[in-house]
């Protein structure tokens, strides 16, 4: 027995990356068995320190609905509603481990929070999810990349093992020599915007490839310095000079096409600042 799961231990991953190459639904009633094989992946299960991780990096709380898919015996779906408060839904391909997810959700006491549902990940409906999780396989990480995306600022995206390729993660941690990735949805802030602090005005100018952004100023048609910018979700900062020189950490929230914050300088009061796309 020892052996066998050793063996597992070795294969699985390596099964996991590759991507299971037979569909094969089990039956209703087969008991779930790990390496079991479905359309886009096989079964293994996430340890629940990872969880418990990949949720706390999402700063999960009640107000937020989970999505796992490929939510295997449902203990995702199941932790986030049990340890968060979190709604917790579940989309499973596999009869039998939709089966077990609902008996263990009824066993742990959290039904009234949790759903799950047999079907094909990739007809899910995502509009509901503030906080996506998965663990699959690199190549439904590619196909749902775009779908992710576009998702509302904001959406977490968290993922034991799989990356996203070149989006990079927010956040990445390490747990028992697994890897946790956090991705924030970034706001589209692509683009000028002119930012007003306290009657100064400059514009901004910002390229972006998904949270990652570079940044150009003027004021009055002259350069001037805007670095260190930085988003999550729709949390932007960077740091600009007023007409003195002194430097200004600006902080705000995107909103469609406006933003607002407050701006810090050294020792200088913080002042309200706004911004709208031209
Ligand atoms: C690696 S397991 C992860 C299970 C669970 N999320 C966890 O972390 O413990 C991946 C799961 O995805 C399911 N799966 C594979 N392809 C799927 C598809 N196209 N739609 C829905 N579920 C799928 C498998 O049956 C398996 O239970």
Redesign the pocket.
Known sequence: MIMRHAVAAVL?PAL?AAG?AV?QN?APDAA?QIG???????????PER??RRMFQMADTTRDDVVI?????????PIYAAKHFGARGI?????PN?VRVSLAAARAQGVSHLTEFLQ??????DLSRATVI?????PG?MTRLKPRLLALRPGVRVVS?HFTLEDWESDETIRVENRTGYLWVVPADVRGRWRVSLSGDEIVVAIEQKHQMLATSGSRGGRPVNVIGARLRGTEISFTAFDRDGNSRQYRGRVDGARMAGEAAGDGAAPLAWSAVRE
């Open positions: 699985l996991l299971a569909a089990a779930p079991q094989v479905s359309k886009d992946s096989v079964w293994v299960p996430t990872m969880i796992d898919l490929g939510s295997g015996d449902g203990r995702m579940g989309v499973e391909l596999e481990l079907q094909d990940l990739f007809a899910a999780a998965l663990y699959i396989s439904v034991h």
